[in-house]
């Protein structure tokens, strides 16, 4: 009589496809070339208004064609009364802001003794704007071999009132009335240059800004997701986040559906 053999799937023991799944992963990491530019793609816009400043951004955060954040924040704050927008490479601008941030808290403690009194009238960390631009200009013109940053510094001060300054890629600065940079800003250049007013109330530049920004969304795959705004004056400053369904409704677009509304927050 004859024996039957039971035949039993084979089964790779655990270390052995450990192994396996390393190998693959290191020959995958072989065959791809980190040279390769990965493009990236914001929108981000500042403006001087009549009594302050007011800073926008989307908050798509792309790798090639590849979303990796739908939610970040582009607005960094370097100071109370001093922000920055960045566009580029989020790790080389985050660092960035890290270095001008430290550095203006040293400055401020060593010109203040240790800072304002608290009051509303003087809030713990006011510095010079222009001083924030400066610093930041330095650090990306010794530095613009190796980073891939284009940021904007805005904010308003007792001395000089509402500034804003555009630090491009390659570390020049120039101080204009607004400043837009990213890959959304050339699909609105001629939008802000043809509906731009000297002076406008802050609710108007609110409102001209959030449409700019909702514009650019429209037409760069690379920019989307919320609108971030902070509104710097002579008080203080205040964030808001204008969702979708909020956005201006361009050419062949279909309407957000509604169900949810404008925040704002006070900062």
Same mark, same amino acid.
């Given at each position: 009589?004859?024996?039957?053999?039971?035949?039993?799937?084979?089964?790779?023991?655990?270390?052995?496809?450990?192994?396996?799944?390393?190998?693959?992963?290191?020959?995958?990491?072989?065959?791809?070339?980190?040279?390769?530019?990965?493009?990236?793609?914001?929108?981000?816009?500042?403006?001087?208004?009549?009594?302050?400043?007011?800073?926008?951004?989307?908050?798509?955060?792309?790798?090639?064609?590849? @979303?990796?954040?739908?939610?970040?924040?582009?607005?960094?704050?370097?100071?109370?009364?001093?922000?920055?927008?960045?566009?580029?490479?989020?790790?080389?601008?985050?660092?960035?802001?890290?270095?001008?941030?430290?550095?203006?808290?040293?400055?401020?403690?060593?010109?203040?003794?240790?800072?304002?009194?608290?009051?509303?009238?003087?809030?713990?960390?006011?510095?010079?704007?222009?001083?924030?631009?400066?610093?930041?200009?330095?650090?990306?013109?010794?530095?613009?071999?190796?980073?891939?940053?284009?940021?904007?510094?805005?904010?308003?001060?007792?001395?000089?009132?509402?500034?804003?300054?555009?630090?491009?890629?390659?570390?020049?600065?120039?101080?204009?009335?607004?400043?837009?940079?990213?890959?959304?800003?050339?699909?609105?250049?001629?939008?802000?240059?043809?509906?731009?007013?000297?002076?406008?109330?802050?609710?108007?530049?609110?409102?001209?800004?959030?449409?700019?920004?909702?514009?650019?969304?429209?037409?760069?795959?690379?920019?989307?997701?919320?609108?971030?705004?902070?509104?710097?004056?002579?008080?203080?400053?205040?964030?808001?986040?204008?969702?979708?369904?909020?956005?201006?409704?361009?050419?062949?677009?279909?309407?957000?559906?509604?169900?949810?509304?404008?925040?704002?927050?006070? @900062?």
């Amino acid at each position: 009589m004859k024996k039957r053999f039971r035949c039993t799937p084979r089964t790779t023991p655990p270390r052995a496809r450990e192994r396996r799944r390393r190998d693959d992963a290191h020959d995958t990491m072989e065959e791809t070339d980190l040279t390769v530019p990965v493009s990236t793609g914001t929108t981000i816009l500042a403006c001087a208004y009549r009594n302050g400043v007011v800073l926008a951004a989307d908050s798509r955060t792309s790798t090639g064609t590849y @979303v990796a954040n739908r939610a970040s924040d582009k607005i960094t704050q370097i100071c109370d009364n001093v922000w920055m927008c960045r566009s580029g490479s989020a790790a080389d601008t985050q660092n960035v802001a890290a270095y001008v941030k430290r550095m203006v808290e040293e400055h401020a403690m060593e010109r203040n003794g240790g800072g304002g009194t608290g009051t509303e009238n003087e809030p713990m960390m006011m510095v010079d704007v222009r001083l924030v631009a400066k610093l930041t200009q330095k650090i990306a013109y010794e530095n613009k071999e190796k980073l891939q940053a284009g940021m904007i510094i805005a904010g308003w001060d007792r001395i000089r009132g509402a500034q804003v300054y555009g630090i491009p890629l390659g570390g020049s600065m120039l101080e204009a009335p607004f400043s837009v940079s990213g890959s959304g800003s050339a699909y609105i250049y001629g939008y802000l240059d043809n509906t731009y007013k000297e002076n406008m109330e802050r609710e108007e530049c609110e409102r001209w800004m959030t449409e700019a920004i909702s514009l650019a969304i429209a037409r760069d795959a690379s920019s989307g997701g919320v609108i971030r705004l902070v509104t710097i004056h002579e008080n203080g400053c205040e964030k808001q986040c204008v969702l979708p369904k909020d956005h201006k409704v361009c050419d062949g677009e279909l309407e957000q559906v509604a169900g949810a509304t404008t925040t704002t927050a006070m @900062v």
